[in-house]
């Protein structure tokens, strides 16, 4: 994926021209609580890098998956937000415990199961951690 074009996508054969993706971004807090933050973007590896520079705590891992246009993507964007209303923090920042195995599976299952019901089929979801965000900072920044 050319990250520059936003909102084109090409997998398994097949180029989309209005690609919007949901994406998680997870910072760590120094606490036994972790932060989450969600939103959609055309350029999910360019936001999550965004978010690693300005974030006032580490970003310590990324995920994202193509959910369709901008409909399905702000569809499955807002389900979340209703879904973790309870965990907000600020804007679209959520706290979870990290010691909690409950807490992980539900951060994890309710991501993965809104973005699907959202763009109606399962989702490949990619993710990098944090020395492959920095690695990707430090590409951008060449290029």
């Known amino acids: 994926m050319n990250e520059r074009l936003g909102g084109r996508y090409a997998r398994h054969g097949v180029t989309y021209t209005d690609a919007w993706f949901l994406y998680a971004i997870l910072a760590d807090t120094k606490r036994p609580i972790f932060v989450a933050k969600v939103g959609i973007s055309t350029t999910p590896l360019l936001r999550i890098a965004a978010v690693h520079e300005a974030s006032p705590f580490p970003i310590v891992a990324g995920m994202w998956a193509m959910v369709g246009g901008r409909s399905a993507a702000a569809s499955a964007e807002a389900r979340i937000r209703k879904a973790f209303s309870d965990r907000r923090t600020q804007s679209d920042w959520y706290e979870f415990d990290q010691t909690s195995p409950d807490d992980r599976s539900r951060f994890n299952l309710t991501i993965r199961s809104l973005t699907a019901a959202a763009a ?24």
Not at 120 to 125: A, D, F, K, T
Not at 133 to 142: E, H, P, S, V
């Open 120 to 143: 109606h089929r399962p989702l490949e979801w990619h993710r990098l951690k944090q020395g492959e965000i920095q690695n990707y900072l430090a590409a951008a920044k060449l290029a």
